[in-house]
């Protein structure tokens, strides 16, 4: 049975909530005036994206449309796998829309890769990706994402969405995940 206390399976808090709170802010100010007078679609990648889906979503001082995708990439471990798989498709017709895409991290950035050029090719005017977090150290390639909360340094990391094994989701803060956890 796991333990209910998280503090020692933890290295370190890496942005607290009220740090990451402050952060979402700024960039809600840079998406309202890039998208001023166009319509916006927030596509948020299940289930890591939901607590910044959540908090940027009502942070934003205009209308939007929300849809949820869910791909897998990683099974239990921490390395992506590159290969990308559709478990839950949208809802929603993409043509002539401006697509925002909502995520927790850009680690290697093959899942933003692979999804952007998906969602590309369903018409919209526009996708742009919006991540709260990215480790530039470990890109195998290069993602262009035009919002990011924070770069972090290359290690795992799980709180405010980000999972170890589903575990650590409802974490408040952005944190470290000790080596010993999953090594
Ligand atoms: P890639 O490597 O394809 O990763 O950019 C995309 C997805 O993998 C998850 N991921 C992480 N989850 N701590 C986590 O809890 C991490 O350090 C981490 N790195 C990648 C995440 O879901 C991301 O969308
Ligand atoms: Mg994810």
């Not at 050029?117 to 709260?132: K, M, Y």
Request: include cysteine.
């Amino acid at each position: 049975m796991e333990s209910a206390d998280v503090a020692a399976d933890l290295s370190g808090v890496l942005h607290t909530e009220a740090e990451i709170r402050g952060r979402i802010a700024e960039l809600c100010r840079e998406i309202e005036r890039d998208y001023e007078g166009r319509d916006l679609l927030l596509i948020g990648v299940l289930k890591g994206a939901v607590m910044v889906m959540a908090d940027l979503s009502r942070e934003l001082k205009r209308d939007v449309d929300m849809d949820w995708m869910a791909v897998s990439s990683y099974g239990a471990g921490t390395q992506s796998s590159g290969v990308v798989r559709i478990v839950k498709d949208l809802d929603t017709d993409l043509s002539g829309r401006n697509v925002l895409i909502v995520e927790d991290i850009v680690d290697s950035g093959l899942t933003l890769s692979w999804l952007r050029a998906n969602l590309q090719t369903r018409g919209p005017a526009s996708v742009e990706i919006c991540a709260l977090l990215r480790k530039p150290e470990a890109a195998k390639v290069e993602i262009d994402a035009r919002y990011v909360g924070f770069e972090i340094p290359n290690e795992f990391v799980v709180g405010y969405g980000l999972d170890y094994a589903q575990r650590y989701r409802n974490l408040r803060d952005v944190a470290v995940l000790a080596p010993h956890i999953y090594s």
